[in-house]
């Protein structure tokens, strides 16, 4: 179980540097596809990277050093010796990480927490699919349309898109319906399936809660981008503006944009001046920062037993020495010294 929590701690280390970064300069880019493609990758690189074969520690703390060669692979290293008529064996104490006990209940805590998030995220996931099949369905445009129902209304679920049937022979209706359908052509439901698992499995990181907002805002934008070249951006802005008048926006919240300040900062990001093509270079700093990730890991995770037994160098050698007396209690009283044996050989 130490391995797991060595990896988990692997897996949020590498979604803190890779926010950052996000944060830091692709946030502020308009190229909303690539960033997509950069939340995905970094949650996908996360999860596969710690399981990499190669340990660039090792080549700075090899195990065939003296410091290193203490204790290695958790196994028990043993040195016989002789000393007067008795024969003494050396047992190295067990390891730290092999008698923490704590790390086994933090472990399983945390699996059975996820455990749980990803049962009802699965089982709400399958409800609202059974739910929407039992829903009266119509066709427009190609696309799947159900009235709605619950607290879905004017906005796109799983593979279809939920607004009443009267509100196409609207304007406002029509820019609801085109904008819902958007997402279904760019399969952002796939997105929200794969971040929603990756939540229920790092839950404990807020850093998955904020790379999950931003790739719902992502999707907005991505949407927006189409709709504002199609009708104006500044028509296009006053239908969104119209929202923010409402206590709860009747359409496009998409789950979690359904406040004022999100419709804004969208409005915001349409109106402002497009990134030049020239700042794609930006995206090739993903390169070292895949190369940072490799050395962190490479460092982080050598086996245990390596940095245990560095960290006991300049310290008492925690050992024990057993004294073997095979003829203790018997007529033979075990002595051996070397001069019987000159005196047989």
Known sequence: MNSLLYYLLEVNCSLVIGAVLYFLVFRQLSFFQWNRYFILGLCLLSLLL???????????LSPTSPVLAFEQSNTVA???????????????????????????GIAYGYLL????LLCRFVLRYIRLGRRIRQLSQYKFEGFTMVAPFGHYANCSVQHVIVM??????????????????QHIVFKHRRDKLFIEIFRCLFWLNPFVYWMRRQLYLVHEYQVD??????YGNGGYARFLLTLTHQSRPAGLQSNLFNTRHELVERV????SKPSSKKKRWQYVLTLPLLGLLLIFYSFIN?????????SLNGKKNPSKTIILDPGHGGKDTGGFHLSDWKKNH
Do not use: C
């Not at 710690?50 to 700075?60: A, D, I, Q, S």
């Not at 915001?268 to 109106?271: G, H, P």
């Open 113 to 116: 927490v996820s455990f749980v």
């Open 225 to 230: 981008e189409v709709l504002a070249n199609r």
């Open 268 to 271: 915001q990001a349409m109106m």
């Open 164 to 181: 009443e049937e009267d509100q196409l022979d609207t304007p406002d209706g029509k820019l609801i319906f085109e904008h819902e359908s």
């Open 302 to 310: 050598p086996p245990k037993s390596v940095w245990f037994s560095a």
């Open 78 to 104: 043993h040195s016989i010796g002789a000393s007067g008529d008795l024969v003494s064996e050396t047992e190295m104490v067990d390891s730290f990480w092999h008698s923490f006990s704590i790390g086994y």
């Open 50 to 60: 710690p399981f990499g074969t190669v340990r660039l520690g090792e080549l700075f």
